[in-house]
């Protein structure tokens, strides 16, 4: 199984900030990762896919990119609904598989 | 709108003769195209894939956590997707959300573009 470790676990940031999330892959593969956003109570909300694709409706603050088995998410600009949980999830091989989640703290 | 609404969570004990049914009705696209998962949550903890469905339900996939324990299983007419969990753990202790695949190719991709909120599931004593 492909392992995601993410980082940081939680950070705090004071809205306008700019704030990166890093998700490692345990091996090599393609563009077929996805970042998800959860609210506490909500239902995951699906950003980016493809690495760098951003769903339809999703503010252009938040961007995906990826060096090596690097892939990260950064948002731009932070915003008072973006303080949340995100989640990265590779789906390249199977089983898919999720990072540990990040959760994004208002300072 | 597309909707994802969980249902059939609940309290139950551990053990052989444990299990529980989880539904999932689908709304605002066409259910029978694409390919269906259950995703869980442990209380405060991340997201752990369970299983997938292909879009007639002629494929299934599951986590080595759960093979031989839980069905996933759907039924295009009624626009419904399953989950029949049998001899429970407490580790299976969890909220279930069902999400919808990205492509409507029939076979998963296992990116999700749609989940629902979730049910929550105990296992206890």
């Not at chain 1, 956003?37 to 950003?47: C, F, M, T, V």
């Not at chain 2, 494929?59 to 759907?74: C, E, L, M, P, Q």
């Amino acid at each position: 199984d492909i392992q995601m470790t993410q980082s940081p676990s939680s950070l705090s940031a004071s809205v306008g900030d700019r704030v990166t999330i890093t998700c490692r892959a345990s091996q090599a593969f393609g563009n077929w990762l996805a970042w998800y956003q959860q609210k506490p109570g909500g239902a995951p909300k699906s950003l980016i896919y493809g690495t760098s694709t951003l769903e339809s409706g999703v503010p252009s603050r938040f961007s995906g990119s990826a060096s090596g088995t690097d892939f990260s998410l950064t948002i731009n600009n932070l915003q008072p609904e973006d303080f949340a949980t995100y989640y990265c999830q590779q789906y390249n091989s199977f089983p898919p598989t999720f990072g540990g989640g990040t959760k994004v703290e208002i300072k | 709108e597309v909707q994802l609404l969980e249902s059939g969570g609940d309290l139950i004990q551990p053990g052989p003769g444990g299990s529980l049914r989880l539904s999932c009705a689908a709304s605002g696209f066409t259910f029978s195209t694409y390919a269906m998962t259950w995703v869980r949550q442990a209380p405060g903890k991340g997201l752990e894939w369970v299983s997938t469905i292909s879009s007639s339900g002629d494929r299934t996939y599951y986590a080595d956590s759960v093979k031989g324990r839980f069905t996933i299983s759907r039924d295009n007419s009624k626009n419904t997707l399953y989950l029949q969990m049998s001899s429970l753990r407490v580790e299976d202790t969890a909220l279930y959300h069902c999400a919808k695949d990205w492509l409507g190719s029939g076979a998963p991709i296992y990116y999700m573009d749609v989940w629902g909120k979730g049910t929550t599931v105990t296992v206890s004593s």
